[in-house]
């Protein structure tokens, strides 16, 4: 097996771990004092996004068949 399979591997299991661990220990659980969403809660929607974009191009990283 190739160092770049490896690595492909070893980034796209990142990427899932990255995307599953914000909901075992979650950013923030509270609100504002007018019951909107805190700050933190926008920070939790980047990493999702972020984190999503991650697992695509790792993914993509196993069908390439070049270094």
């Known amino acids: 097996m190739n ?3 490896i690595l492909s591997w070893l980034a ?4 899932i771990v990255l995307l599953i661990l ?4 979650p950013i923030c659980t ?5 019951g909107g ?3 933190c809660h926008y ?4 990493e999702f996004i972020i ?13 390439l068949r070049t270094t």
């Open 37 to 39: 969403p805190m700050e």
């Open 3 to 5: 160092y770049y399979k």
């Open 12 to 15: 796209l299991f990142t990427s």
């Open 51 to 63: 984190t999503l974009l991650a697992i695509i191009l790792s993914a993509s990283l196993l069908v």
């Open 22 to 25: 914000p909901r075992i220990i």
């Open 30 to 34: 509270g609100h504002t004092h007018d």
């Open 43 to 46: 920070a939790y929607q980047a």
